[in-house]
T-cell receptor, first 115, second 114 residues
Framework: AQSVTQLGSHVSVSEGALVLLRCNYS??????LFWYVQYPNQGLQLLLK??????LVKGINDFEAEFKKSETSFHLTKPSAHMSDAAEYFC?????????????FGTGTRLLVSP | DAGVIQSPRHEVTEMGQEVTLRCKPI?????LFWYRQTMMRGLELLIY????????DSGMPEDRFSAKMPNASFSTLKIQPSEPRDSAVYFC????????????FGPGTRLTVL
């Protein structure tokens, strides 16, 4: 069964610093991979998704992620953190080509941004 | 579009009572999902529907939980009887044509069972 592992339940950065949130996936078939963001007291919102096209995926708010099959990784990055980026970020996977497809979420990483 | 609408936003009830959570998906979306979020278990898919038909309910914790989608614009998640361990935030989400399409989440219902 497919799954994702997010390394680090909390990541702290300073405003203007690089953001790196780590996600590794496990899937026996080519995966679809997603990053969602959850702001306080809100539902999740899609940042970006990988669906086997370009390995470097660009999303909203200058976030991007690179699919690396050799490392089974799909890390999320942003060159310069803003205070408004403080939120919880979830990596998720769907196994392509299987029946009863469903999105499986990681445990989340809370991003803290300090001035 | 107003997005996915959930009601109520907050629900406080006593153990043993019936709880009904409601969801209106985005018009034109074929898929509807119910999720539960807790600190201990994270975000879990409970059930999802395609064109009003339940497709996968393997995440429904037990028989106390039931979900229906009588038409394309309305779904309910019912817990009867409720227990304190059901306390969580319940999200409804919808997507357009496929499970791999972007899922649009509602604001959630925060359920507290005393």
């Amino acid at each position: 069964a497919q799954s994702v592992t997010q390394l680090g339940s909390h990541v702290s950065v300073s405003e203007g610093a690089l953001v790196l949130l780590r996600c590794n996936y496990s899937s026996s078939v080519p995966p679809y991979l997603f990053w969602y963001v959850q702001y306080p007291n809100q539902g999740l919102q899609l940042l970006l998704k990988y669906t086997s096209a370009a390995t470097l995926v660009k999303g909203i708010n200058d976030f991007e992620a690179e699919f690396k099959k050799s490392e089974t990784s799909f890390h999320l990055t942003k060159p310069s953190a803003h205070m408004s980026d403080a939120a919880e970020y979830f990596c998720a996977v769907i196994a392509a080509g299987t029946g009863f497809q469903k999105l499986v979420f990681g445990t989340g990483t809370r991003l803290l941004v300090s001035p | 579009d107003a997005g996915v609408i959930q009601s109520p936003r907050h629900e406080v009830t006593e153990m043993g009572q019936e709880v009904t959570l409601r969801c209106k998906p985005i018009s034109g979306h074929d898929y509807l999902f119910w999720y539960r979020q807790t600190m201990m278990r994270g975000l879990e898919l409970l059930i999802y529907f395609n064109n009003n038909v339940p497709i996968d309910d393997s995440g429904m914790p037990e028989d106390r939980f039931s979900a229906k989608m009588p038409n394309a614009s309305f779904s309910t998640l019912k817990i009867q009887p409720s227990e304190p361990r059901d306390s969580a935030v319940y999200f409804c989400a919808s997507s357009r044509r496929q499970v791999v399409d972007e899922q649009f989440f509602g604001p959630g219902t925060r359920l507290t069972v005393l």
